[in-house]
Structure formats: structure tokens, C-alpha cells
């Protein structure tokens, strides 16, 4: 079965910059993987804040698309938005249905899961985001919380040190 690399950290902290390194890392040790893009990076690129507010439903499709999509087609898919990542930008009220059913989608893969962690001092990247630096850090203890919440076992690295 697919194993999937679940890189978890909050908006900026370096998620892309690490994934890409991982990969290039596996592909020249000739390692069967392939990378999920973030789909809700092409939302904030085509300036469609919209859905990306409202509709986490849609997100959530079309995130698991791109992981699913790989699945027994290559030996590790590397999620650059792990499906769990979906919770915390559920809306209010909106469905009380969508987070079982994220954690249904979770289960159903042979997951590894890695935070990245900001180092004091480390500069905050907004391009292709919409929260600051204070949102994206409420954002990745939210995302944090919904790992202990499920007893998802994951390995904390810095961003600076996650590749070496």
C-alpha cells in the first residue's frame, strides 16, 4: 500500500520549501513518490478566498483528489495539505458532518506524519497566503490540536532542520 508523507504546519511555515526538498531527496535515491499539491494555495493564487472561507467541503475534495489520484501508483505520495489540515478551516456551523468524515478519509491511508515547527526569528513567507504571521501561528496550534485530538502520531522537526 501508497505510504503518504503528511507534512502538518501552520500558513508560511515552510511546508512547500521542505516537500520539495524531501522529494528531490527520494527521487534521486530513485524512490517510487510523487507530491499532492495544495489545492487551497491555487484558491489563494486565483484570488478565490471565497470557497476557500465557505466551502472546505469542496477543498476537502479536491485535496483528497490529489492524494488519491497517486494512490498504488507510486510506493509515497508527500501531502503538501494532509486531509486532516481541512478541520481547522471548517467554517462555523457549517456541516457537523465534514470532520467525521475527513477523519473516515484519513484513516482509510498508510499515514506518516511530520510538524514543522517556526524557530524563533524565523521570517514569516506571505506570499500565496492570506493570514499574517500572528493567524498563521493560531492556525498551526489549531492544526496541532486536531493531531492530539485524533492520537495521531507525528515527529516535530524545525523547518530549518527538516531536510538535513
Known sequence: MTKIINIFGGPGVGKSTVIAGVFHEMKINQISVEVANEYAKDLVWNNQLDILHEDQLYVFAHQHRRIYRLVDKVDYIIADCPLLMCI?????????????????????????????????????????????????????????????????????????????
Open 88 to 164: 481547522p478551516y471548517i467554517a462555523e456551523g457549517f456541516y457537523t458532518t465534514l470532520e467525521p468524515l475527513i477523519v473516515e478519509a484519513w484513516n482509510n491511508f498508510d499515514n506518516q506524519s511530520f510538524v514543522l515547527n517556526r524557530p524563533k526569528g524565523f521570517k514569516y513567507e506571505s506570499d500565496g497566503r492570506y493570514q499574517n504571521e500572528e493567524g498563521s501561528i493560531e492556525k498551526h496550534n489549531q492544526i496541532v490540536a486536531v493531531l492530539n485530538k485524533y492520537n495521531v502520531p507525528y515527529t516535530e522537526f524545525n523547518v530549518n532542520t527538516a531536510v538535513t
